[in-house]
């Protein structure tokens, strides 16, 4: 048990579907995230929030859109993906955005 | 840009054997912290270390940061197949409120 559930754990999608993947914390953290894990690159930051504002996007193209409606839950909304966007999506949380970050265990994500 | 290497990028090695994974940047950190990510799993933290020169042991785990806080490493002796995972390390730029990330060790440890 991380304190950071992230569901689903595997999705499959086709290029035209749209899909979200869900990410929760009770651990009372300010700072969520999400990054990008390819195999054979380093974990790629792609949004952070911070007590639910937006305050890093890392030129994310715009088929991947973050909702933050709470401090608690995080959304990766996806629509129109490719498949070079297959990979591991991890969210994090922490205290705060210098403090170590506690991760879910990821969403498997196959664009076909 | 900046830039945490890690090396070896692969290690394979047989129980019982030291190993030492580095962690180099040409930048000051303010703290580095490691962690390690089995598979199926996210990366889990083992150790923050913050002042330069500071050393911390985690069971056979010794970490080690450098007088100039730009680099760091890692020693495990004895290794054990429980220790096969990625291991990460991670720059924290405390004034930028920002985690930079390295590329990553990934170990195996044959029984």
């Known amino acids: 048990e991380t304190g950071v559930t992230q569901t689903p754990r595997h999705l499959v999608m086709g290029m035209t579907n749209k899909k979200s993947l869900k990410c929760e914390q009770h651990?009372?953290?300010?700072?969520m995230y999400w990054y990008k894990q390819s195999a054979k690159k380093p974990l790629e930051l792609m949004f952070v929030y911070s007590l639910e504002e937006r305050v890093e996007n890392n030129s994310v193209p715009s088929r991947f859109s973050p909702e933050c409606p709470n401090s608690s839950h995080l959304f990766l909304h996806l629509h129109t993906l490719q498949p070079e966007d297959s990979a591991l999506y991890l969210c994090?949380?922490?205290?705060?955005?210098?403090?170590?970050?506690?991760f879910g265990n990821g969403t498997r994500l196959t664009v076909t | 840009t900046q830039l945490l290497e890690q090396s070896p990028q692969f290690l394979s090695i047989q129980e019982g054997e030291n190993l030492t994974v580095y962690c180099n940047s040409s930048?000051?950190?303010?703290?580095l912290q490691w962690y390690r990510q089995e598979p199926g799993e996210g990366p889990v933290l083992l150790v923050t270390?913050?002042?330069?020169?500071e050393v911390k042991k985690l069971k056979r785990l010794t970490f080690q940061f450098g007088d100039a806080r730009k680099d760091s490493s890692l020693h495990i002796t004895a290794a054990q197949p429980g220790d096969t995972g990625l291991y990460l390390c991670?720059?924290?730029?405390?004034?930028?409120?920002?985690?930079?990330f390295g590329s990553g060790t990934r170990l195996s440890i044959r029984p």
């Open positions: 930048s000051v950190f303010s703290s």
């Open positions: 651990l009372g953290h300010n700072a």
């Open positions: 991670a720059g924290v730029y405390s004034s930028a409120s920002k985690i930079i």
């Open positions: 270390v913050v002042t330069g020169g």
């Open positions: 994090a949380s922490s205290l705060t955005r210098a403090s170590p970050l506690h």
